[in-house]
């Protein structure tokens, strides 16, 4: 994830535009664990004087003067091309001399002045600077978040027991990763503890740009691990029952969205489940900062 502001100043008087930043942010360690408990992390914006260097361990803002909350869903697209990425944007405006005062740091989060992310407001040039904003003066504050999948395939194996055991190779790769809707859900259910729906297959799955062909739906209804803190990541078990996924040839793939991305993960050999039979597996789902 990467994400970036733009803040406009506004004289109330006129609506005339006279001023505009724009600069890359800082996502912090708490934004990064928000991410696995809750669904709030992109809802207030801060603004504040302080002029401290950012770092992730930042909570709040250094000193805090404003803020606004905005709870709409944002705007949603993708890039589209590779490197391919999911922008979500959200817009939040202070009124006229509701951010008066000189505004060196900005930061988006949830209540109470934690952060999801923090930035020093910085000029053309890139350099440090401060906005003056008069009693008559108004400020919007646009914050684009980024989320790129990743483009490589994980590998591995894994062996099950019982009556159909045996070790099979796994890949677990991105799905339909130049989607409009790869990850737009997130403020909608935006924690990686559920499915937005889930398939099974009998063929291969896709590129990173598809997903495997000949879907057959199922309940969304992974279990998820308790999320543990700094770890950046959610453990889940995918439990198919006698009546699920019991193909001829064998279960191949498995396709699911979670929270923020659609992912497909292969099997091979096929895993020959049958109507007695019963199937549980475990995967794990990372997130992080670039």
């Known amino acids: 994830m990467a994400g970036h502001f733009t803040i406009k100043k506004f004289n109330s008087d006129s609506g005339e535009q006279v001023g505009e930043w724009d600069f890359d942010?800082?996502?912090?360690?708490?934004g990064l664990d928000r991410i696995g408990t809750h669904d709030d992390?992109?809802?207030?914006c801060y603004v504040g004087s302080g002029q401290k260097v950012p770092a992730f361990t930042d909570n709040t803002l250094q000193n805090p003067i404003a803020s606004n909350r905005n709870t709409s869903n944002p705007s949603y697209g993708n890039s589209g091309v590779s490197p391919y990425y999911l922008w979500l944007k959200k817009s939040f405006q202070f009124g006229g001399g509701e951010a008066a005062g000189n505004i060196a740091e900005v930061g988006i989060g949830w209540s109470g002045g934690s952060l999801f992310s923090r930035a020093l407001i910085l000029d053309e040039l890139g350099d440090p600077t401060v906005i003056t904003v008069l009693s008559n003066e108004f400020l919007t504050v646009d914050y684009e978040l980024r989320i790129y999948p990743k483009l490589t395939d994980d590998t591995g194996s894994v062996t099950f027991t019982g009556s159909k055991g045996g070790t099979y190779d796994w890949i677990f790769r991105s799905a339909r990763a130049n989607a409009e809707d790869w990850g737009r859900y997130p403020f909608a259910r935006?924690?990686?503890g559920y499915a937005w729906y889930e398939y099974v297959s009998a063929s291969d799955i896709g590129s990173v740009t598809s997903a495997p062909s000949g879907l057959?739906?199922?309940s969304p209804v992974s279990s998820v691990s308790s999320y543990?803190?700094?770890?950046y990541e959610c453990t889940f078990t995918r439990s198919l029952s006698i009546n699920e996924a019991n193909f001829t040839t064998g279960l191949r793939s498995f396709y699911f969205t979670r929270g923020i991305g659609q992912f497909q993960i292969q099997f091979d050999p096929a895993v020959p489940k049958e109507?007695?039979?019963?199937l549980s597996f475990t995967y794990t789902i990372k997130w992080g900062r670039i």
């Open 25 to 30: 942010n800082l996502i912090t360690n708490g």
């Open 216 to 218: 057959t739906s199922i």
């Open 275 to 278: 109507n007695t039979d019963t």
């Open 228 to 231: 543990v803190p700094g770890s």
């Open 41 to 44: 992390w992109f809802e207030y």
């Open 190 to 192: 935006p924690y990686f």
